[in-house]
T-cell receptor
């Protein structure tokens, strides 16, 4: 496996379900990100982790709960979501962040539909 | 707050024509700028990363220019092919990364 891998690729859940999205990077990067992409809107940064520590939370509702057990894995736990949370959720990684941010590598995304 | 704009939102050209995609940003105090390509329902693929000290960056048929003082970057794709059909996004790094909404390109065979 190379690059950034996201599972599942597609997920349908009811508003009362609990599910998780998984991201794994095989690039030896130190920073990992969750982005939300809704139709016709720019990418929205949700969370940033650097060396397993959360460094940014962009006012994301608590029904989204991230977890980063190590520098290679990132999870997004989902519970009691709303239909407006339906979107493509993208994971990304980079070697560095901030001023020295280099190339950002994205996974294929997890398409989430909330019924 | 950095605002990134990409105009037009969509573009359709015949095969072989050169593509010119525009990206403008409001705060010129940036470290670098990246251009990405996104195919429908897929993730983003980095095309070019241009540092604030650079005027342009080239990779194959792709060339990105950066005019930091005027808050503009342009992505040129030479001799377009149907396989170039995708959405192209620019992202500006001023310590945080801000994305534009993208330009969706269709290259007609």
């Amino acid at each position: 496996e190379t690059g950034v891998t996201q599972t599942p690729r597609h997920l349908v859940m009811g508003m009362t379900n609990k599910k998780s999205l998984k991201c794994e990077q095989h690039l030896g990067h130190n920073a990992m990100y969750w982005y939300k992409q809704s139709a016709k809107k720019p990418l929205e940064l949700m969370f940033v982790y650097n060396f397993k520590e959360q460094t940014e939370n962009n006012s994301v509702p608590s029904r989204f709960s991230p977890e980063c057990p190590n520098s290679s894995h990132l999870f997004l736990h989902l519970h009691t979501l709303q239909p407006e949370d339906s979107a493509l959720y993208l994971c990304a990684s980079s070697q560095t962040r901030g001023a020295s941010l280099g190339e950002l590598f994205f996974g294929e995304g997890s398409r989430l539909t909330v019924l | 707050k950095q605002e990134v704009t990409q105009i037009p939102a969509a573009l359709s050209v015949p095969e072989g024509e050169n593509l010119v995609l525009n990206c403008s940003f409001t705060d010129s105090a940036i470290y670098n700028l990246q251009w990405f390509r996104q195919d429908p329902g897929k993730g983003l693929t980095s095309l070019l990363l241009i540092q604030s000290s650079q005027r342009e960056q080239t990779s194959g048929r792709l060339n990105a220019s950066l005019d930091k003082s005027s808050g503009r970057s342009t992505l040129y794709i030479a001799a377009s092919q149907p396989g170039d059909s995708a959405t192209y996004l620019c992202a500006v790094n001023d310590y945080k990364l801000s994305f534009g909404a993208g330009t969706t390109v269709t290259v007609r065979a």
